[in-house]
Nanobody, 127 residues
Framework: QVQLVESGGGLVQSGGSLRLSCAAS????????IGWFRQAPGKVREGVLC????????YYADSVKGRFTRSRDNAKNTVYLQMDSLKPEDTAVYYC????????????????????WGKGTLVTVSS
């Protein structure tokens, strides 16, 4: 089973950018679809961006469309979440998750197919 470690969180001002990393070990990420989730205090963990296993399409939550993007570096076995135009409501602990089936909206909305979670990295956006 793949192990995931997130990094790159921190404090940023509203309108700023951060890039989170999700480094994998124990297996190659080529075999997985990756989802990014976040959990704000007192709220349910929500999926913000999930790769699809069926196509090149990626599911984006409405709240992050046009601001968050993903990329991969297969040589480093790492995926990235680029977050631009950050808002205070983006403040949360961010998690990456890996699965081998489906991905997309089912993964983001239902955690469908998730096999592994990272421990998370905190992002704080100040106003």
């Amino acid at each position: 089973q793949v192990q995931l470690v997130e990094s790159g969180g921190g404090l940023v001002q509203s309108g700023g950018s951060l890039r989170l990393s999700c480094a994998a070990s124990g297996s190659t990420l080529d075999d997985y679809v990756i989802g990014w989730f976040r959990q704000a205090p007192g709220k349910v963990r929500e999926g913000v961006l999930c790769e699809s296993s069926f196509s090149e399409d990626t599911y984006y939550a409405d709240s992050v469309k046009g601001r968050f993007t993903r990329s991969r570096d297969n040589a480093k076995n790492t995926v990235y979440l680029q977050m631009d135009s950050l808002k205070p409501e983006d403040t949360a602990v961010y998690y990456c998750a890996a699965g081998k089936i489906t991905g997309g909206q089912a993964m983001c909305n239902l955690y469908y197919g998730v096999e592994s979670w990272g421990k998370g990295t905190l992002v704080t956006v100040s106003s």
